[in-house]
T-cell receptor, first 116, second 112 residues
Framework: SQTIHQWPATLVQPVGSPLSLECTVE??????LYWYRQAAGRGLQLLFY??????ISSEVPQNLSASRPQDRQFILSSKKLLLSDSGFYLC???????????????FGPGTRLTVL | RKEVEQDPGPFNVPEGATVAFNCTYS??????FFWYRQDCRKEPKLLMS???SGNEDGRFTAQLNRASQYISLLIRDSKLSDSATYLC?????????????FGSGTRLSIRP
């Protein structure tokens, strides 16, 4: 069965510090991968998605970046965190669109980031 | 108008009650629909997909009304463990999840 891992679970970082969040998926090949942010009491905002190694699409302009160095690894980074980067970061995967539905997303446990 | 709208609640109902909430969407070309459940400080988890003919899973029933552009979730014989936020999800594309839109959620609280 497929599983998705994220770490760390919680993170407290000072403003201006760098960030690296990692997400890995097991049990599937060539998944679509996604990074979302959920601010307190708000809906999920799609930040990045990837359909393959090295292929990243950005949905919103910001000081975050994403990379996919391996098929089942997705990394969210920042060189300098802002206060507004605080939130709940969720990684998700969906099946590759090989003639079937690719839109059911499965989420990792998330990373709760507080920028002080 | 928001692309996906939900009543934020909270819906506060007694255990054993039946509760229903709707979610409206603005894109009439939307292809697929889901309900996710999110517990406090946890990740969203898929509750059920919503099919054109409606579908049922135990105490949960989901329906789609394309003419009025809304989906609904009905919970019968509610349990304390049903307390959570329910997210409506709409996707205008069948084969890609990059355009998927999440509602802000409806908070449900079941009291003893």
């Amino acid at each position: 069965s497929q599983t998705i891992h994220q770490w760390p679970a919680t993170l407290v970082q000072p403003v201006g510090s760098p960030l690296s969040l990692e997400c890995t998926v097991e049990g599937t090949s060539n998944p679509n991968l996604y990074w979302y942010r959920q601010a307190a009491g708000r809906g999920l905002q799609l930040l990045f998605y990837s359909v393959g190694i090295g292929q990243i699409s950005s949905e919103v302009p910001q000081n975050l970046s994403a990379s996919r160095p391996q098929d089942r690894q997705f990394i969210l980074s920042s060189k300098k965190l802002l206060l507004s980067d605080s939130g709940f970061y969720l990684c998700a995967w969906s099946t590759p669109p090989r003639g079937g539905r690719a839109d059911t997303q499965y989420f990792g446990p998330g990373t709760r980031l507080t920028v002080l | 108008r928001k692309e996906v709208e939900q009543d934020p609640g909270p819906f506060n109902v007694p255990e054993g009650a039946t509760v229903a909430f709707n979610c409206t969407y603005s894109n009439s070309a939307s292809q697929s629909f889901f309900w996710y459940r999110q517990d406090c400080r946890k990740e969203p988890k898929l509750l059920m997909s919503v099919y054109s003919s409606g579908n049922e899973d135990g105490r949960f029933t989901a329906q789609l009304n394309r003419a009025s552009q809304y989906i609904s979730l009905l919970i019968r014989d509610s349990k304390l463990s049903d307390s959570a936020t329910y997210l409506c999800v709409v996707n205008p594309e069948y084969s890609s999840a990059s355009k998927i839109i999440f509602g802000s959620g409806t908070r449900l609280s079941i009291r003893p």
